[in-house]
Antibody, heavy 122, light 108 residues
Framework: EVQLVQSGAEVKQPGESLKISCKGS????????IGWVRQMPGKGLEWMGI????????RYSPSFQGLVTISADKSLSTAYLQWSSLKASDTAMYYC???????????????WGQGTLVTVSS | EIVLTQSPGTLSLSPGERATLSCRAS???????LAWYQQRPGQAPRLLIY???SRATGIPERFSGSGSGTDFTLTISRLEPEDFAVYYC?????????FGQGTKLEIK
């Protein structure tokens, strides 16, 4: 069974750093791109970027380039999303998702993680 | 950057009725580059349609997708109570990836 399991909710202060995770199982983790999607409270879905765990090739939306870092550890079948200095405006639910077609750098998302709620508040 | 605009913002219908949701691209795109998702409150999105018209695994036949060029449609032939949710279209194959702003389907 394909599963993406994300790390738990986080409460952070502005200026702090954070790394959230997304662990894949039940499929060949290294041969599918993983995407990250932001959903701010009461708002829609925003495409942040993708990573290919096989070689860590990464693509970012211009809206998120330089603001976050996407990485992966293929030995742990885990993808990560990290911030070096959080802002209150980073408060949102963050989803990871497996991208189809297999190996294609552009596609749709068939399996999603349960989401990680990040709250940034002083 | 291509922008997806979904309409209406909110659609109020009754169970058993037919729902028609629209997704319009700001320029012509490949018909194989559009997906639709359903998001129920408190849940992650669920893939319904990819390639504009192909149903994802396990999706009921009452969901169908169509369209080409700039205009795409998600149709739910006969609404069930569990279909009341928010629906998003997604464009892929064009950098960057993008979602529409969503259509909320609510019970009338």
């Amino acid at each position: 069974e394909v599963q993406l399991v994300q790390s738990g909710a986080e409460v952070k202060q502005p200026g702090e750093s954070l790394k959230i995770s997304c662990k894949g199982s039940g499929y060949s983790f290294t041969t599918y791109w993983i995407g990250w999607v932001r959903q701010m409270p009461g708002k829609g879905l925003e495409w942040m970027g993708i990573i290919y765990p096989g070689d860590s090739d990464t693509r970012y939306s211009p809206s998120f380039q330089g603001l976050v870092t996407i990485s992966a550890d293929k030995s742990l079948s885990t993808a990560y999303l990290q911030w070096s200095s959080l802002k209150a405006s980073d408060t949102a639910m963050y989803y990871c998702a497996r991208q189809l077609p297999q190996g294609d750098s552009s596609g749709w998302y068939d399996y999603w993680g349960q989401g990680t709620l990040v709250t940034v508040s002083s | 950057e291509i922008v997806l605009t979904q309409s209406p913002g909110t659609l109020s219908l009754s169970p058993g009725e037919r729902a028609t949701l629209s997704c319009r691209a700001s320029q012509s795109v490949s018909s194989s580059s559009l997906a639709w998702y359903q998001q129920r409150p408190g849940q992650a999105p669920r893939l319904l349609i990819y390639g504009a018209s192909s149903r994802a695994t396990g999706i009921p036949e009452r969901f169908s997708g169509s369209g080409s060029g700039t205009d795409f449609t998600l149709t739910i032939s006969r609404l069930e109570p569990e279909d009341f949710a928010v629906y998003y279209c997604q464009l892929y194959g064009y950098s960057p990836g993008t979602f529409g702003q969503g259509t909320k389907l609510e019970i009338k």
